[in-house]
């Protein structure tokens, strides 16, 4: 019981584990055969191939394929012939210099692509006005600073790949080919470097792939060569289309093609070795239905069968399926369904529109009443004005107001009616007769100062 329950698990663990890595590249993948203008696996609209067109059809990225093509063939020539150099000069260098040997040429993986990008670029610029060439000169060309900067670090790869094949390579052969009098790079030549083909193989597909997919080193070196990176990097800031969904799948479909191609070549390698020791490739099967010698006892030469039928198929159906009438279809369907939104959407506006309303005038509905501001015949007495005011202020800017409401409070017939006496009265100047029962002097002039200011007094008397 125990034992299935940790089959069971460990069959999770896998189904889980290859979901996440193969379940971004499958619903990628969907996208490339859906009609809808933005990658989408759902809602699903129409079966179409236009995507497959529209990525023929755009220059840039054909540009950028081609363009890493170029780098990437550079970069592996380069990459595997330094990491080769490397590798052999790492097992035949002094034991006590090996392991600083071995960090120098590990450092650059762990260097940032940014850093090596912006460096590549600054030395061979200094290097470049260093040798007094103009701007358009092989040093200052984005191909090969692209080549040179990529391969800084992924040289490094592929002496690690090259290391790990050294390793189990007999120090002897080499040895006994000196000795029957052979040169060393007759020894090379004929004997290392057949047992190094197939880690070179590996390096050189690890560089490719590495030099291909690359963006934090190129980004700085490119110059005016984009790599297919750079152009997919610059589309995604302006929107993209499932042109991408589209590459993305070839690739996949390339990929998936030449995995099972090299499988296929390696299990047919071990029936013929199988069958190299007096043993038919039949014998080696256990028998049954005999298939063709390149698929007899080799599933993944089955599965490679398979798949090329069924790309062949799919091919075939792009050239005669049409999904004009679906996609109108399915425009129709979504311009209805924009108008009814459009609808609803004004609906609901109106209505709360005319809740706004009903919840203005409930809140406001006494406020401004103007049977409010005027006295009814219903209103209380004493909420009216007196005198007749109706301003609803009474009488305070009643101009009368400035009179006294009284005759007993009004000022004398000679007096000021202006409600401040005859205080500004030039009169007052004078002493009145009435008022005080004496006559001005002789000398007095009558304007109520005497004569203080006449001329005379400044006489002697």
């Known amino acids: 019981m125990n034992l299935s329950a940790i089959r069971v698990s460990v069959w999770i663990y896998l ?19 859906n009609s809808s203008e933005f990658p989408q696996a759902t809602p699903w609209e129409c079966l179409t191939f236009d995507w497959f067109g529209e990525l023929f059809r755009d220059e840039r990225i054909l540009n950028g394929i081609r363009n890493s093509f170029i780098i990437g063939a550079g970069t592996v020539v380069l990459s595997v012939s330094m990491g080769l150099a490397a590798a052999l000069v790492l097992t035949q260098i002094w034991p006590k210099l090996r392991a600083t040997y071995y960090t120098v040429i590990i450092a650059p993986i762990l260097i940032p692509g940014v850093v090596l990008g912006i460096s590549t670029l600054v030395f061979w610029d200094r290097i470049n006005r260093f040798l007094g060439l103009g701007p358009d000169s092989f040093l200052s060309n984005g191909i090969f600073l692209t080549v040179i900067g ?67 080193t190129t980004t700085f070196t490119f110059g005016q060569y984009p790599t297919l990176t750079i152009e997919l990097a610059q589309k995604v800031r302006y929107g993209i289309n499932p042109s ?98 459009i609808q609803e959407l004004r609906e609901q506006r109106e209505e709360e529109r005319r809740q706004r309303e009903e919840e203005r005038q409930r809140k406001f509905e006494g406020v401004f009443d103007p049977d409010e501001l005027t006295p009814g015949t219903d209103a209380p007495e004493e909420a009216a004005p007196a005198d007749g005011d109706n301003s609803g202020f009474g009488n305070v800017f009643d101009p009368g107001n400035l009179q006294g409401e009284e005759e007993s409070e009004a000022p004398d017939e000679g007096g000021d009616s202006s409600g401040f006496g005859n205080v500004f009265d030039p009169g007052n100047l004078q002493s009145g007769e009435e008022e005080e029962g004496t006559a001005p002097t002789e000398e007095d002039d009558g304007s109520g100062f005497g004569n203080v200011f006449n001329p005379d007094n400044l006489q002697s008397e």
Do not use: W
Request: with cysteine; aromatic share 10%.
């Open 244 to 341: 991408i969904s589209a590459l993305a799948f070839i690739i996949v479909v390339l990929t998936v093609f030449f995995a099972l191609l090299n499988e296929s070549i390696i299990r047919r390698r071990q029936l013929a070795f199988a069958a190299r020791q007096n043993r038919s490739v039949g014998e080696v099967t256990g028998g049954g239905m005999r298939l063709p010698r390149f698929l007899s006892g080799n599933p993944a030469a089955i599965v490679l069968v398979i798949f090329c039928i069924g790309a062949i198929t799919v091919v075939g159906t792009a050239t005669a399926y049409s999904p004009d009438a679906c996609i109108a279809r399915v425009s129709e369907e979504k311009r209805l369904e924009a108008e009814q939104r």
């Open 15 to 33: 189904a889980i584990f290859f979901a996440y890595l193969l379940g971004p590249l499958v619903i990628m993948s969907v996208t490339a055969f």
């Open 150 to 216: 990529q391969s800084t670090f992924i040289a490094s790869y592929c002496m690690l790949v090259l290391v790990a094949r050294l390793q189990r390579y007999d120090v002897g052969q080499t040895e006994a080919a000196l000795d029957l009098g052979a040169t060393h790079a007759q020894a090379f030549r004929k004997v290392l470097l057949p047992f190094m083909r197939p880690a070179i193989a590996s390096a050189a597909v690890l560089a490719f792939l590495a030099s291909f997919e690359n963006y934090n």
